[in-house]
């Protein structure tokens, strides 16, 4: 099991900027993917960006593609989300995830390990 501890979240007016954290007790190149998923409580947890730790390829839903970046720091085991140009409805619960030979990058069910979660909200 992968240990994970998000950070970063908080309130932002639309527009605006911000950059979530998200450390990893364990971390390895081989086959491991990590990336950000968000809810609210009217939706079901969707991808919004992974980041492939073996080749370093980027996955991203089409509805922050431009506007969101994900990256990583192998050293610190941390990956992060830069989420610029925000709007409110970006506004939710933001999750740290971690697998292992993962298929289909977006796809919540292919995560077994998940962080506690950070709030967003972006105001108008």
């Known amino acids: 099991q992968v240990q994970l501890v998000e950070s970063g979240g908080g309130s932002v007016q639309a527009g605006g900027s911000l950059k979530l954290s998200c450390a990893a007790s364990?971390?390895?190149?081989?086959?491991?993917?990590m990336g950000w998923f968000r809810q609210t409580p009217e939706n079901e947890r969707e991808g919004v960006a992974v980041?492939?730790?073996?080749?370093?390829?980027?996955y991203y839903a089409d509805s922050v593609k431009g506007r969101f970046t994900i990256s990583q720091d192998y050293a610190k085991r941390t990956i992060y989300l830069q989420m610029n140009s925000l709007k409110p409805e970006d506004t939710a619960m933001y999750y740290c995830?971690?697998?292992?030979?993962?298929?289909?990058?977006?796809?919540?069910?292919?995560?077994?390990?998940w962080g506690q979660g950070t709030q967003v909200t972006v105001s108008p």
């Open positions: 995830a971690a697998g292992t030979w993962v298929a289909d990058k977006l796809s919540r069910r292919e995560y077994n390990n």
């Open positions: 364990t971390i390895t190149r081989s086959g491991m993917a």
């Open positions: 980041l492939d730790l073996w080749d370093g390829s980027e």
